[in-house]
Each structure stands twice: as C-alpha cells, then as structure tokens.
C-alpha cells in the first residue's frame, strides 16, 4: 500500500514514516501542501495522512482541491493534527477529509483508520 505523508515538521515526518514502513507500507512525504499536491497527482497514492497547519497550502485548502481535483478525488485523507478542540474534527471533515486523528499519533488507531478507509 502506497501512502502520501505530508508533514512539515521533519521529526513528526521521520518518526511516522519510519514507524509505517516497519509496518511494510510504502511511505512517500511531502514537506508543504503544494509539494503535497503535486506528489499526490504524480505518485497516485492509496491514502494521504496529512497534518493541518501547513506551509504554502495549508492542509483545511489542500484537502478541498484534492478533492475537488479529478485526478485526486477518490484517495482517502486523514487529517493529522494536534489540534484537539471541539469542532475541529468535524471542521477537518467539511473541508474533504475522510477522517481526523491527533496527534501524537497512536500508530495502532492510525493503521485500524487507514485499513477501514482501504477496504
């Protein structure tokens, strides 16, 4: 299975890569939404973990032109963030995304997210 981590913060990025490629997914990352974009249209991935307070495209735009985007429309996306308030799941889910998690990342709930969003 093919994922597309995008993550700007380098050691959450590492880390979370590291941890799903031990789990034998084959894991490519972006550093910004637009690079995020690009890579999603260019790599079709299977499902695209992405955080939400990023660089250049932040990931509340990035997940709409996704999804809005002919080639990008049907990959699944979760939202990665550390924002936990009240409502921010369901803003993550208005703005395309599939399903929210927080951060830090529990990676077992992680990996039951991306297998129900797969399959």
């Known amino acids: 299975m093919n994922i597309l981590l995008i993550e700007d913060n380098e050691l959450n990025r590492d880390m979370l890569r590291r941890r799903l490629e031990r789990k034998e997914y084959n894991v490519k990352c972006a550093e910004d939404g637009q690079i995020g974009f690009d890579m999603a249209k260019d790599c079709n991935p299977d499902i695209i973990l992405m955080d939400m307070s990023l660089p250049i495209i932040d990931g509340w735009t990035l997940a709409g032109k996704l999804k809005e985007d002919i080639e990008t429309s049907n990959i699944p996306i979760v939202a990665l963030t550390a924002h ?36």
Do not use: H, S
């Open 84 to 119: 936990a308030m009240k409502g921010d799941r369901e803003k993550a889910l208005d703005a395309g995304c599939d399903d929210y998690d927080t951060k830090p990342v529990d990676l077992e709930r992680l990996l039951r997210k991306i297998e129900a969003l797969i399959n």
